[in-house]
């Protein structure tokens, strides 16, 4: 048979030239195969045979060793095993060993604990080497024997704090004064921690100072060679994310420009999968070729540069990241386009004139990409400064052969370089991310070494090769070089037709991305246009109620920088608000324009309404700048903490008129508004909050009092102008900044107000309903959010999320962790403590106006329980890190933790609202799910474990709103992670922000026509008893006539009204409310959104209440299985009492306990708070027929009366007794989707 390459003679010479030399090289590397290698191959073509085995040895290494604890090892390695068997690629003999290992490892798990790592150590051997001096130094010997040179990359636990950075620096400058190493890569994350593109250039001079000091190390430690000169070492910059890959470039030219270095060569790293690549090589290729200018010559000029060309080994987590944060992927789509990138950045790097300055490192083990290098370099005569760079222990076959090619002469040495990766035994566990990446690298149905174990000239597989290499040379001219990502906030023009108005699909609107440069400098304008200074002049703004301007005088409050160094008293930078503020004359008046509707906004369509609201989402996109700028200054909040903010505000405006409109489609309601709605936004999100609560109130046509924290009045006239700027009337939503004495007490007290959206303190909300017990008050109130730390957790990124969890907006957000709590073996780890409180104390905190501050000031001096958090402690507790307070501004707090922190104490229940983290020792999972559920509250919750098994029981039993497993516990996106609480974290409905029920419950509902229903599943799972007890009703219906009245008259229609609300009810339980819903389904992370029942629901029963009032609350309650029972007055006698104690009745209450007594003897039960018989939520038929006395008991404790009028459209009426709970879950690993990627 003829080759390939004899049939290609259409090609281009160098083509030919290049199919020859790669079928040679092929040919060669198949004879070179060792017996051990031939084995590994064949393991390894079986592993490829059987996809799902991949999955099963990555959850064996990634979750088996988290724990120091050999049972606890032993224990989730035979899990792993009998939950998805035994891997079929093992060769027999092993496979044996495991079938073993199920049945007698639990019996001598320290044994089998040993024998298991130092069975994956030796099999890893080859690739991830011992990073023991012995070991290590005899490797790097054989190699330099054998004339290869070696690159070593340290693997190791992530560099999280500066103290760890540091002792990473040092261990890289011991490596260079090793005499057998020659060559290190870094990157810039493990000598700088916690690198934010937003401050690119104090992180520049940071890592150019620490740079340095490797460079001079490089240098005073110079390489002997073998013809007698000396060569500095070489420190060689590894690429990483798109997010440092700016950073890093930077750095490098910036460092090697100054005096000291012109003489150093030195490296960098640059992907191909990345379009932009190549411009940053023409950048690289530009500036070198200026600094070598001259050199030969005058002696002036400076030594030439490395570009190692790598296509790019993080494009898994590049994905998850664009998916997560709606950006554009930075990487191309297809790997036959980074193939030619590949090529053409080889052409460009490969021309004389370049590798002069900058020579030339390809890395690839793909032999037709080496092989044209080698034809291409002997094409243009180059002959120095080309290198070829492959992985340690991969295809080492193909690695002798080029060995073989490459040979100088009677040299030893050979332009091949070995990117090596070691690790000593401690820190193996930090090198599974590598082993990740490596795996998948093998796996990839596109590259090349998937192919390698086994391949010969002239298979299919060798042909598909051939055509991928010859398809991505002929595109290599035609792909663009420009980046994926063109987000500028500064130049940004918004189409009209962007939102749901225009698009039937939701999207969150993206943040703005750091990384980009134009979007670094639109901050800095930013920050020019509102940092105040001496000579800023105060701002002021007038009062409006309703469309008129208060001219009367008006008490004024000033509102000061909290970056600002000195007191406001002390101030020598003047006020940068002044805020007229409304009177209780002016309260009443804006309230009665409210009432009476002049703009008569309540006889708006939803439609009329969608448009306008729209228009406010597009002005808010608009002034995005100048609301980062007017939280800096009011509120303290950083650039990077406000900014996903407005992306949640826009959210939130774009999707609430969303979701009503898809229930008017989807039901037969009538959609009415409630009124007068009241919104009270809190201080700490003074954006997204109350823009939340405006858009749904007004979405429901009903006419708004907006009435912003006295803290941050200002971000609430910007945000008001956005709506009024759209066109929505003064009258339809009026500015009230009032204080919050008399005048915000008639404002929530005034009996014209319908409802009230509250966010702030639980105490609050509950003098809200002592105000006015009758309120329809929909509260989203504090929480002592915990995060559980399991000895399952990834510990490295347990710490990162904490970080950020626990001290973003300096700890002043209601969802941000105030609570670590810690299994034992945790607890006691050292390491875990020392990395923990390094990341802490390695966190920036200053000025807002610095962007290098991840930590701004608090928006005012601690409160009460704050300050006896930061200034006492109690039995058992000490100072891991103590609390410390700016003495310029005593505003400015840094992070402190407490540790040794007892159940039941103050720390354990109180919410702080600041940078104070408490740290609790718990014995078992179980015993810290009974730590986090023992406070009265249920906000957020947190759990770090890689085992399904612990995010199972823990799932099910956490009574928190808002789950997060492996991930941050803030930041929640609106219908992505829906927000709202459970226990004394909601007060109200309960119904989340964000979420597809929200808004709706600011309406009143009408039924026109017949409940939406669909077929049931036959004997529906779900309530086979209420689905048997309305087919019967519907057949002795059918059956009855006047002669034959097995159904009295008088009650037939409510009970034919009754049917249908059950079959509907039903029908909306399976569909809607039953399962589990993930409404985007991104890449490497679940959101799912579901609902629990409320738990004891008691139906009260009034005189006025219809039998279909009364039958269909049990019925929906029971649907929903919570426990129910009925209560009704001793007095009570009519048709509704008479068909509950009859057969019929008796067979719908089966399990529902009937109570006899009166609302005094009721109101008292409501104040039972014992789990098993207090009451959870209360439902009347009408809220006219709820006594005060109960409104007022109710309220004591903050429950929940619900008295809408029950609906026969299931849809809605099932809301009466469920909660809504949401669950968000990163679920990759290093970008890996396990499972999901077969």
């Given at each position: ?40 191959q ?51 003999v092993?496979?044996w ?19 298991i ?8 051997s ?7 001096p ?19 990359n ?6 999280l ?6 002792n990473?620096?040092k261990?890289?400058?011991d ?24 401050g690119?250039?104090n ?62 060569q ?18 690289l ?10 050199a030969?010559?005058?002696?002036t000029g ?14 898994v987590?590049e ?54 290098t080698h ?31 490459k ?105 703005t ?11 800095n ?6 940092q ?18 208060v ?7 000033l ?6 160094p ?15 503020l409304?009177?209780k ?29 729209s ?10 700048g ?94 008001a ?24 007490q ?34 989203e ?11 399952m ?24 962790t105030s609570?670590?709590v ?32 991840k ?16 200034e ?6 000490s ?26 104490s ?7 609202f600041?940078?104070l983290l ?8 179980e ?18 474990s ?28 609106v219908?992505r ?12 409905a ?17 039924e ?31 059956l ?12 037939r229609?409510?009970?034919?009204k009754?049917?249908q ?22 890449r490497?992370?679940d959101?799912?959104f ?53 057969t019929?009745?008796?067979?719908l209450?089966?399990?529902v ?16 708070t014992?789990?098993?018989?207090k009451?959870?939520?209360?439902r ?18 903050g ?40």
């Amino acid at each position: 048979m003829n080759s390939t390459s004899e049939q290609k003679t259409d090609l281009p010479e160098i083509l030919q030239t290049t199919l020859a030399l790669a079928e040679s090289w092929q040919n060669r590397a198949n004879t070179l195969r060792t017996k051990d290698e031939l084995k590994q191959q064949q393991m390894m073509r079986r592993l490829l045979n059987h996809p799902s085995d991949k999955t099963v040895v990555m959850h064996l290494v990634d979750q088996s060793f988290r724990s120091g604890n050999p049972s606890r090892v032993v224990d989730q390695f035979r899990y792993l095993l009998e939950h998805h068997g035994i891997p079929r690629f093992f060769p027999q003999v092993e496979q044996w060993l495991l079938k073993i290992f199920l049945h007698l490892g639990k019996f001598v798990p320290q044994i089998s604990h040993s024998q298991i790592l130092r069975k994956i150590r030796e099999d890893t051997s080859r690739t991830i080497l011992p990073e023991e001096p012995e070991i290590l130094n005899a490797h790097l010997k054989k190699r330099q024997a054998e004339g290869v040179q070696v690159n070593l990359n340290h693997l190791g636990e992530a560099v999280l704090g500066d103290a760890e950075a540091l002792n990473r620096l040092k261990h890289y400058g011991d490596s260079l004064r090793n005499p057998d190493i020659h060559t290190i890569s870094i990157k810039i994350s493990n000598i700088v921690a916690q690198l934010h593109p937003l401050g690119f250039e104090n992180e520049i001079d940071l890592i150019c100072e620490r740079l340095s000091e490797l460079y001079r190390i490089a240098q005073e430690n110079p390489v002997l060679h073998s013809d007698g000169t000396r060569h500095a070492k070489f420190v060689n910059l590894d690429m990483e994310s798109y997010h440092d890959l700016d950073l890093t470039m930077d750095a490098f030219m910036r460092t090697l420009d100054q005096t000291e270095f012109k003489n150093l060569q030195a490296g960098i790293v640059l992907q191909a999968y990345l379009p932009d690549s190549f411009l940053r090589q023409q950048k690289l290729v530009k500036w070198a070729k200026k600094r070598v200018q001259n050199a030969g010559t005058t002696g002036t000029g400076g030594s030439p540069v490395k570009m190692r060309l790598v296509k790019g080994a993080n494009l898994v987590m590049e994905a998850v990241e664009a998916e997560v944060s709606g950006w554009p992927l930075t990487v191309f789509d297809s790997k036959i386009e980074t193939d030619a990138n590949f090529k053409r950045m080889l052409e460009f790097g490969l021309q004389p004139e370049n590798i002069a300055a900058v020579h030339f490192g390809l890395a690839s083990h793909n032999l037709f990409d080496l092989a044209y290098t080698h034809v291409l370099a002997e094409e243009r005569g180059i002959s120095e400064g080309l290198i070829f760079e492959m992985l340690e222990g991969m295809a080492d076959h193909v690695r002798r052969t080029l060995q073989e090619e490459k040979r100088k002469g009677d040299s030893k040495e050979t332009n091949l370089l070995l990117y090596t990766p070691v690790t000593s035994q401690d820190q193996f566990i930090s090198a599974i991310a590598y082993l990740v990446r490596r795996l998948d690298e093998n796996t990839s149905p596109d590259n090349f070494l998937r192919h390698s174990f086994d391949i010969r000239i002239g298979t299919a597989a060798w042909k598909f090769l051939e055509k991928q290499f010859l398809a991505a040379w002929h595109l290599k001219d035609k792909i663009s070089s420009e980046p994926r990502r063109q987000q500028n906030r500064d130049k940004e023009v918004f189409a009209e037709n962007i939102g749901t108005l225009a698009n039937p699909i939701f999207r969150n609107e993206p943040d703005t991305d750091w990384v980009l440069p134009e979007n670094r400098k639109w901050a800095n304008k930013i920050r020019k246009k509102w940092q105040p200074t001496e000579k800023s002049k105060v701002k002021k703004i007038p009062l409006f109620i309703g469309n008129t301007e208060v001219k009367a005088k008006r008490k004024q409050q000033l509102f000061f920088d909290p970056s600002q160094p000195s007191t406001p008293d002390e101030a020598d930078i003047p006020a940068v608000f002044s805020v007229a503020l409304a009177t209780k004359t002016d309260v009443i008046k804006a309230v009665k324009i409210a009432k009476d509707d002049p703009s008569k906004w309540r006889h708006t369509t939803l439609a009329e309404r969608y448009e306008l609201l729209s228009g406010a989402a597009h002005n808010m996109r608009k002034k995005r700048g100048d609301l980062i700028g007017a939280a800096a200054v009011v509120c303290g909040k950083t650039f990077y903490e406000t900014d996903p903010e407005i992306s949640e505000a826009i959210d939130f405006i774009e999707y609430y008129p969303h979701s009503l409109s898809l229930l008017e489609k989807q039901t037969s309601l009538k959609l009415l508004p409630q009124g007068v709605v009241l919104v009270i936004p809190p201080w700490n999100f003074p954006i997204a909050i109350p823009t939340g609560g405006v858009a749904a109130a007004l979405a429901c046509g009903n006419t708004v009092l907006f009435k912003p924290s006295p803290l941050a009045f200002p971000l609430g006239v910007e945000i008001a102008n956005c709506f009024w700027d759209a066109g929505i009337p003064r009258e339809a939503l009026q500015l009230v900044c009032c204080e919050d004495g008399e005048p915000i007490q008639t404002l929530s007290g005034h009996p014209d107000v319908d409802a009230i959206i509250f966010t702030g303190g639980t105490q609050t909300a509950l003098k809200l309903l002592e105000k006015r017990p009758d309120a329809e008050l929909s509260a989203e109130t504090g929480g002592k959010n915990a995060t559980i730390v399991t000895a399952m957790a990834d510990r490295d990124q347990t710490i990162e999320h904490v970080l950020h969890s626990a001290f973003s907006h300096s700890g002043q957000k209601c969802s941000a962790t105030s609570l670590l709590v810690l299994e034992r073996e945790v607890y006691e780890d050292e390491t875990f403590r020392k990395q923990l409180l390094d990341a802490i104390q390695t966190l920036k905190v200053g000025s807002v106006w610095n962007f290098s501050n991840k930590m701004g000031p608090l928006i005012r001096e601690p409160l009460a329980d704050l300050r006896k958090g930061l200034e006492t402690l109690e039995t058992g507790e000490s100072w891991a890190l103590a609390p410390k307070c700016d003495e310029t501004n005593p505003k400015l707090w840094h992070p402190a933790v407490k540790w040794g922190v007892r159940r039941g104490s103050f720390s354990h229940q109180t919410e702080f609202f600041g940078p104070l983290l408490s740290v609790i020792r718990a014995e078992s999972l179980e015993d810290a799910i009974e730590i986090v559920d023992d406070t009265a509250y249920g906000l957020t919750s947190g759990l770090e474990s890689l085992d399904p098994r612990e995010q199972k029981i823990w799932m099910e039993k956490i009574e928190a709103g808002n789950l997060y497993i492996n991930r941050v516990t803030t930041g929640a996106v609106v219908l992505r992670q829906s927000f709202g609480g459970m226990g004394l974290s909601a007060i109200g409905a309960g119904i989340k922000a964000g979420s597809p029920n929200y808004a709706v419950q600011f309406c009143k509902i009408e039924e026109s026509e017949a409940p939406t229903q669909g077929p049931l599943r036959e004997e529906s799972p779900c309530n086979a008893h209420l689905h048997f007890i309305a087919r019967n009703w519907q057949n002795q219906l059918s059956l009855s006539t006047d002669s034959t009245p097995k159904i009295p008259v008088e009650i037939r229609h409510d009970l034919q009204k009754t049917i249908q609300a059950i079959y509907s009810c039903l029908f909306q339980f399976e569909k809607e409310f039953s399962g589990e819903q993930d409404f985007f389904r991104l890449r490497g992370q679940d959101n799912l959104f579901r609902y629990l029942p409320v738990g004891n629901v008691t139906v009260r029963l009034h005189p006025d209440d219809s039998l279909f009032e009364t039958l269909i609350r049990i019925a929906a309650a029971l649907i929903a299985k919570c426990k129910v029972e009925v209560s009704f007055p001793p007095e009570l006698k009519n048709s509704v009492t008479e068909f509950l104690s009859g057969t019929e009745g008796k067979r719908l209450c089966d399990s529902v306990k009937i109570c006899t007594e009166t609302d005094e003897e009721l109101a008292e039960r409501l104040l039972i708070t014992n789990m098993t018989s207090k009451i959870d939520r209360l439902r009347y038929a009408h809220p006219d027929r709820v006594p005060q006395t109960i409104h007022q008991a109710a309220a004591k404790l903050g429950k929940h009366v619900s008295r809408h009028i029950p609906l026969a459209e299931g849809r809605i009426e099932m809301l009466r007794y469920l909660r809504e709970q949401s669950i968000s879950i990163d679920y990759h690993r290093y970008g890996n989707l396990g499972e999901r990627e077969i």
